[in-house]
């Protein structure tokens, strides 16, 4: 377990594909089913919400650079969770993650990104615990 400061860095994703409502919804109305998404990162500590990037339009390689920082107590992991922003709710599913903070207590210190691979993709992160 956890407590003290988490500081993320959700860096960039690669490779994202269309969600599977997105290739229906194509499809349906004749679109190519390889429409672009437009995606966002959520950041869960365990079950509790802690955060979300901005959302990239149009793109299967978001670059976000954006840099999170939280306090957390007695937390087991952080979930990485990338969604597809729907133009009407709910937001769809694309991939996610989860990594135990043990591992990254434990990561090499002089190591400052490292990649996560997700099944619909992978994304580059940068965490001080």
């Known amino acids: 377990m956890f407590s003290g400061t988490v500081r993320v860095k959700v860096c960039e994703a690669t490779g994202l594909r269309p969600t599977d409502f997105q290739k229906r919804h194509n499809m349906t109305f004749g679109k190519p089913d390889d429409q672009p998404i437009d995606p966002y990162v959520s950041i869960d500590a365990d079950e509790h919400h802690l955060d979300r990037s901005s959302t990239k339009p149009k793109t299967f390689d978001p670059v976000w650079n954006e ?17 597809h922003d729907a133009a009407i709710p709910p937001d769809d599913f694309v991939a996610n993650c989860t990594i135990p ?4 207590m434990h990561r090499d ?4 990104d490292f990649w996560v691979s997700c099944a619909a993709g992978n994304v580059t992160l940068q965490s001080l615990v």
């Open 109 to 112: 210190k002089d190591a400052t």
């Open 101 to 104: 903070f043990e591992d990254l």
């Open 67 to 83: 840099t999170f920082m939280h306090e957390v107590h007695n937390v087991g992991s952080l979930g990485i969770t990338v969604f």
